[in-house]
T-cell receptor, first 111, second 115 residues
Framework: AQSVAQPEDQVNVAEGNPLTVKCTYS??????LFWYVQYPNRGLQFLLK??????LVKGSYGFEAEFNKSQTSFHLKKPSALVSDSALYFC?????????FGSGTKLNVKP | DTAVSQTPKYLVTQMGNDKSIKCEQN?????MYWYKQDSKKFLKIMFS???????INETVPNRFSPKSPDKAHLNLHINSLELGDSAVYFC??????????????FGSGTQLSVL
């Protein structure tokens, strides 16, 4: 069975500090991995994806994610958090037609 | 110029009623989806259509019936609404169903409240 785990319901960081939002996955075959962000009362927006190639993937708004095959992880990172980064973040894995989403991690960036 | 648009944005109705949510995408995508997001923000796929053909039909009560008149539209009809149907329903589309890693484009959601 395919699954995605986001072990933290909430992550709190101070503005200017680095942030990490964790994601691990379990899939059969090669994973296509994604991060999406959801702002209040909005649909999910694509941030970045890993298909193949370099393990460090750069995406929108200064975010990046590191694919680690041995640890089956795809953590989202940003070197310097902004208050405007506060939102709900979803990790997802695509297997054929289906996207499997994690439970979401609420990121709070405090001034 | 909205890429994926769904209507209505809010839907408040009584138990037992029948309601529909409409979705349209102007991206030229082949595949469209319906997702349900519950009160805990958990997101789960319900249906997927590729060029008007149903390709994903998850374990969803048969009170929910999707219809795709063309590849740019995917509507969701719900019969005999129940309290547990209250959620936010998201429409989404992608360029190709598989096997590429094309990303999803989401609509802004329809918040359904069943009283």
């Amino acid at each position: 069975a395919q699954s995605v785990a986001q072990p933290e319901d909430q992550v709190n960081v101070a503005e200017g500090n680095p942030l990490t939002v964790k994601c691990t996955y379990s899939v059969s075959g090669n994973p296509y991995l994604f991060w999406y962000v959801q702002y209040p009362n909005r649909g999910l927006q694509f941030l970045l994806k890993y298909i193949t190639g370099d393990n460090l993937v750069k995406g929108s708004y200064g975010f990046e994610a590191e694919f680690n095959k041995s640890q089956t992880s795809f953590h989202l990172k940003k070197p310097s958090a902004l208050v405007s980064d506060s939102a709900l973040y979803f990790c997802a894995v695509r297997v054929y037609n289906k996207f499997y989403f994690g439970s979401g991690t609420k990121l709070n960036v405090k001034p | 110029d909205t890429a994926v648009s769904q209507t209505p944005k809010y839907l408040v109705t009584q138990m037992g009623n029948d309601k529909s949510i409409k979705c349209e995408q102007n991206l030229g995508h082949d595949t469209m989806y319906w997702y349900k997001q519950d009160s805990k923000k958990f997101l789960k796929i319900m249906f997927s259509y590729n060029n008007k053909e149903l390709i994903i039909n998850e374990t969803v009560p048969n009170r929910f019936s999707p219809k795709s008149p063309d590849k740019a539209h995917l509507n969701l009809h719900i019969n005999s609404l129940e309290l547990g149907d209250s959620a936010v329903y998201f429409c989404a589309s992608s360029l190709k169903g598989y096997p590429t890693g094309d990303k999803l484009f989401f609509g802004s959601g329809t918040q359904l409240s069943v009283l």
